[in-house]
T-cell receptor, first 113, second 113 residues
Framework: AQKVTQAQTEISVVEKEDVTLDCVYE???????LFWYKQPPSGELVFLIR??????QNEISGRYSWNFQKSTSSFNFTITASQVVDSAVYFC??????????FGKGTRLHILP | EAQVTQNPRYLITVTGKKLTVTCSQN?????MSWYRQDPGLGLRQIYY???????DKGDVPEGYKVSRKEKRNFPLILESPSPNQTSLYFC????????????FGSGTRLTVV
């Protein structure tokens, strides 16, 4: 069975601090896809990144970076120099051979001014 | 603009009064899905559709119906809403189930009293 665990239910940091959101997944599939979504206070779900299981390169997009490590089954998300606008709930998700996307329960991030 | 449009954004209704939440996408996506989001439970799939006239149950289908008569539309029907269906609902679409990630609608906050 596939599973996504976001152990941090809620995190608070002061603005400009760096913060890492953890995501650990379980799957027996050799081909799978990992995703991160952001849900700001307005409620919509915004796609951030998609990564397939054969691409372990880390990715950086502005202040956002993602660290994919198959050895530890983790796909962690780091925000550098956090800003108040980063306050949101962040979801990690996994899709395997059955093509079904499984979401973690989310991490609520508070960036304090 | 590529998008998934859900209506209404907010709805308060009474127990037993049939309602429909509409969902439409303009990206010619084959795959569409409905999720509900509840505190502490994350996102759970209600129903999905692989293509026109092809629908299947997700993890929490009880009390819901869907139809897919046209590729762009995927309405969610609550024949006899109950208070335990009070939730935040999201429609999502994708070029292909799972692999490409979803584009989500803005959400519908439903309250059943």
């Amino acid at each position: 069975a596939q599973k996504v665990t976001q152990a941090q239910t809620e995190i608070s940091v002061v603005e400009k601090e760096d913060v890492t959101l953890d995501c650990v997944y379980e799957t027996r599939d050799t081909t799978y896809y990992l995703f991160w979504y952001k849900q700001p206070p307005s409620g919509e779900l915004v796609f951030l990144i998609r990564r397939n299981s054969f691409d372990e390169q880390n990715e950086i997009s502005g202040r956002y970076s993602w660290n994919f490590q198959k050895s530890t089954s983790s796909f962690n998300f780091t925000i550098t120099a956090s800003q108040v606008v980063d306050s949101a709930v962040y979801f990690c998700a996994l899709s395997g051979r059955d093509d079904k996307i499984i979401f973690g329960k989310g991490t609520r991030l508070h960036i304090l001014p | 603009e590529a998008q998934v449009t859900q209506n209404p954004r907010y709805l308060i209704t009474v127990t037993g009064k049939k309602l429909t939440v509409t969902c439409s996408q303009n990206m010619n996506h084959e795959y569409m899905s409905w999720y509900r989001q509840d505190p502490g439970l994350g996102l759970r799939q209600i129903y999905y559709s692989m293509n026109v006239e092809v629908t299947d149950k997700g993890d929490v289908p009880e009390g819901y119906k869907v139809s897919r008569k046209e590729k762009r539309n995927f309405p969610l029907i609550l024949e006899s809403p109950s208070p335990n269906q009070t939730s935040l609902y999201f429609c999502a679409s994708s070029y292909r189930r799972g692999t490409y990630g979803y584009t989500f609608g803005s959400g519908t906050r439903l309250t059943v009293v």
